[in-house]
C-alpha cells in the first residue's frame, strides 16, 4: 500500500511517535514565519526560553498586520522585530513589503518542506507542495529552537479534480465548493490533498487560493502536489533549482474522497456570517456600498491584472467605494509595469498599502449597515470593524463586477470578453525590503530594542489540586477567535497582555474582563462554558494567553477547534468537553462549579473526570496526548520548555 503526499511528508520529517493515524506524532519544522500581531510575543517567548539562535533551515518574521500606525506601540513593535530578527538570524520581510502568505509562496516556500507559521493561512504555502501548518506563537517558538511540533496523525481526505474551469469561474469558487461540502467543523484531524488531472490547469497562485482559504474548514492544512507547473512557477521566482517534484503514490489509500469536476464550478460566494454559508451568485440580489479586493486570499498579479482589465474604460458608481491591496511589493510593482495599476486608479480605486488591512478590520472598515463584497477568507459578524456590515467573500471577477454595477453580480451577466491573463514567464523580483541574516559573529552584540507597550510573556503557575471557581461566561456555538480576542483597533495592544486582556469577549460581553480578574483575585478560578466548534478561526494564541492572565483555568465545550485546543493546553487551560452535550444547558452563566481532583486525573492519565455544580455531577472527556497532561501540570508549554531545557543541561 502506498502512502498519500501528506503522509510521506510527515514520516520524512518524523522526530517523536510512530506514524498512526489519530495518534500524537512530533515532526521537525524546516522553516517558520510569523507577522508582527502573533510575532512579537512569539519572539519574547523564545526570548525567554534562553536560546541563543534558531535551530530551523529558515526562519522569516513578517511586518503586514499592523502597519497603520496610529501611536508608538506598532512603531515599537515592529523596532523590536527587526532587532530580533538582527540578533538571532532570522529574515525581515518590512513594512510594505507584503502579506506574509503572499510573499513566502513567492520568494522561500519549498515543495516537500515542513512550514508552521503564527497564522490559521499559513497553509497557503501548500500551493507549492510544502506541508505548512497555522499554529499559536509559542509552538513557533519552540519550533525555532529546534523542538518538535507535536499534532495528530492526520486522515487524509483525497480532493479528486477533473476538468478545467469555465471562463469566470475561479480557484476561489473551488474553494467554496469544498467548504460547502465539508463545511466549517467536524473537520479536525484531517489534511485536504489535491489529486486529478484537473490539477494540471490550476496555476501555483490558484492553488494557493484553495489552499489558503482551506483553513476555513477546519482542516490542519491542504496541500497540491509538485508538478511542473510548480517548477514554472518556482522557475519564474528565479527558484527553479529549489524545485522536487513531489506527488502521492498510485495506489495510496485515502480515509475519504471528494470528486470535484472543475467544468461544473460557477461563482459563488461566502454570505454572512460565516465562510461555511456558500450560495450561487445568481441567487443574490443586493446592492453594494463597498467593494475590497486582496488579502492574502485573493491578491496575486494574476488576480489583479483580471480586474484591472475587466474596470478599464468604467467609473466607480455612486455610492461605493473600492480598495484594491496587492499581495505584495512584487505583484504592484508588476501590475504598475504593465498598466494595471493606471487602470484601477482611472476607474476610481483606492490603491491600499500591501498589507492584511481592511480584511482583520484595522482599515476599511464598512459603513453602518452596509453590504461589503470582499475578497478576503472570513466574514465572521464584526470582523470588518463595523459591527452591523454584511460581508460577502467572492472571487475577484465578482468583486470587480459588482463594483461596475453597484451590486452583487455574476461577471457572466456583464456580457463582456473574459479577460485571459497569463502568468509572467518572469516574475518582477526585487527582495531590498527583506533584510536578510547577518553572519553570526556580527549579530550577537545586537541591542533588543523595547519600547513601553512590549512587556514580559506572562507565565501559568502549576496545575492546583482541583479547579474551583465559577462560570464565568456561557457562549454558544461557532465561536471565532474574533470573538474572544478582538483584532481591529485592539491588535496594537498584543505585546501588552495586562491591557489586551482588558477586551477578552469584548464583542460578545465588555464585562468579562472585570468580571474574571475579580474572581482571580480572590483566588477562585475562572471557567467558560461554550457550544459547538469553540475558537474556530484565526490562530491567535491571545484567544488563550489572555484568558489565562485572567484566571480562566478551563474550557468546557461541545468541540474545541484544533488550533485553539493546543493554545489552551500551551497556556495552561484544560479543554475539557461534555460526555454528554445536553449538559451545556446545566451550566448558566454565574453558576459555582468544581473539577475536583484535576491534577491527580492528569497525572494518572484518565481521559475521564467529572464536574460538581449545584449538587449535580457533570461527566467531562480529556482528549490529551501524555505529552499535552505534562504540559498542563507544569502549567503551560513555555514552563514545561523551561523545566526540561533545565533538566538537559543538568544531564550534562
Known amino acids: 500500500m502506498g502512502y498519500t503526499l501528506t503522509e510521506k511528508i510527515l514520516r520524512q520529517h518524523l522526530a517523536d511517535g510512530s506514524y498512526e493515524p489519530g495518534k500524537e506524532i512530533g515532526i521537525k519544522i524546516d522553516q517558520t514565519l ?72 513567492e520568494r522561500f516556500a519549498r515543495p516537500g518542506k515542513t512550514l508552521l507559521g503564527s497564522d490559521s493561512h499559513t497553509p497557503t504555502a501548500g500551493g507549492v507542495g510544502s506541508l505548512a501548518i497555522g499554529a499559536g506563537g509559542l509552538d513557533v517558538a519552540v519550533a525555532m529552537g529546534g523542538g518538535a511540533y507535536y499534532l495528530t496523525a492526520p486522515r ?130 443586493l446592492p453594494v456600498d463597498q467593494v475590497m479586493i486582496g488579502s492574502c486570499t485573493n491578491s496575486s498579479y494574476v488576480d489583479l491584472m483580471m480586474t484591472a482589465t475587466m474596470l478599464q474604460g468604467r467609473h466607480l458608481p455612486a455610492g461605493v467605494s473600492l480598495g484594491i491591496a496587492p499581495g505584495s511589493r512584487q505583484v504592484l510593482s508588476s501590475i504598475a509595469k504593465n498598466g494595471g495599476l493606471d487602470k484601477l486608479i482611472s476607474f476610481g480605486a483606492r490603491i491600499l498599502e500591501s498589507s492584511c488591512g481592511f480584511c482583520i478590520g484595522n482599515s476599511m472598515s464598512p459603513c453602518t449597515d452596509s453590504v461589503s463584497v470582499r475578497t478576503s477568507n472570513r466574514n465572521f459578524k464584526g470582523r470588518s470593524g463595523t459591527a452591523n456590515a454584511r460581508v460577502y467573500l467572492t472571487s475577484p471577477v465578482v468583486a470587480a463586477a459588482s463594483a461596475i454595477t453597484g451590486k452583487i453580480t455574476d461577471p457572466r451577466d456583464l456580457k463582456i470578453d473574459y479577460p485571459r491573463i497569463n502568468m509572467p514567464e518572469h516574475f518582477e523580483i526585487d527582495d531590498n525590503m527583506i533584510i536578510p541574516p547577518l553572519p553570526t559573529t556580527t549579530r550577537k552584540e545586537t541591542k533588543i530594542c523595547r519600547g513601553p507597550n512590549i512587556g514580559e510573556p506572562p507565565v501559568n503557575g502549576p496545575m492546583p489540586g482541583d479547579i474551583s471557581g465559577q462560570v464565568t461566561i456561557r457562549v454558544g456555538d461557532l465561536v471565532t477567535t474574533d470573538h474572544i480576542m478582538p483584532a481591529g483597533s485592539r491588535l496594537k495592544y498584543r505585546s501588552n497582555v495586562p491591557k489586551y486582556s482588558e477586551f477578552v469577549f469584548e464583542p460578545v460581553d465588555k464585562d468579562f474582563s472585570s468580571r474574571a480578574s475579580a474572581l482571580r483575585d480572590s483566588s477562585l478560578h475562572n471557567i467558560i462554558v461554550a457550544g459547538q466548534s469553540y475558537g474556530q478561526g484565526s490562530s491567535r494564541e491571545h484567544a488563550a494567553l489572555c484568558p489565562m492572565y485572567l484566571g480562566v483555568k478551563a474550557v468546557i465545550a461541545k468541540s474545541i477547534e484544533r488550533i485553539h485546543a493546543a493554545n489552551l493546553v500551551n497556556f495552561g487551560i484544560v479543554p475539557f468537553s461534555f460526555a454528554q452535550e445536553s449538559d451545556w444547558d446545566s451550566l448558566p452563566e454565574g453558576i459555582a462549579i468544581k473539577i475536583p481532583g484535576i491534577r491527580k486525573a492528569l497525572e494518572t492519565r484518565k481521559d475521564e473526570v467529572f464536574a460538581e455544580a449545584e449538587n449535580k455531577q457533570i461527566n467531562l472527556k480529556m482528549n490529551l496526548s501524555d505529552r499535552q497532561r505534562d504540559i498542563l501540570l507544569a502549567g503551560g508549554l513555555l514552563p514545561f520548555t523551561v523545566q526540561a531545557s533545565r533538566t538537559a543541561r543538568k544531564g550534562k
Open 156 to 285: 487524509v481526505i483525497n480532493v479528486h479534480l477533473t476538468g478545467s474551469l469555465a471562463p469566470w469561474a475561479t480557484a476561489k469558487d473551488v474553494v467554496l465548493k469544498v467548504l460547502s461540502i465539508l463545511s466549517t467543523k467536524g473537520n479536525i484531524g484531517c489534511v485536504c490533498e489535491y489529486t486529478g488531472e484537473g490539477i494540471s490547469q490550476l496555476t501555483v497562485p490558484e492553488r494557493a487560493t484553495i489552499t489558503n482559504m482551506g483553513a476555513e474548514t477546519g482542516v490542519t492544512t491542504s496541500i497540491f502536489p509538485s508538478d511542473e507547473e510548480t517548477r514554472r512557477f518556482l522557475k519564474a521566482q528565479g527558484r527553479e533549482e529549489q524545485w522536487t517534484p513531489q506527488a502521492a503514490d498510485k495506489d495510496a489509500v485515502y480515509d475519504r474522497t471528494l470528486e470535484i469536476d472543475l467544468c461544473e464550478i460557477e461563482p459563488l460566494a461566502s454570505a454572512p456570517h460565516s465562510p461555511g454559508n456558500v450560495v450561487r451568485i445568481r441567487d443574490l440580489d
Open 34 to 105: 510569523t507577522q508582527d500581531a502573533t510575532g512579537t510575543m512569539a519572539y519574547l517567548q523564545f526570548e525567554s526560553m534562553g536560546l541563543s539562535d534558531i535551530a530551523t533551515e529558515l526562519s522569516v518574521s513578517y511586518v503586514d498586520h499592523n502597519t497603520i500606525q496610529v501611536g508608538f506601540e506598532n512603531a515599537d513593535d515592529h523596532a523590536y522585530l527587526q532587532s530580533i530578527a538582527k540578533k538571532y538570524g532570522i529574515y525581515f520581510s518590512r513594512p510594505g513589503n507584503g502579506i506574509c502568505h503572499q510573499v513566502h509562496l
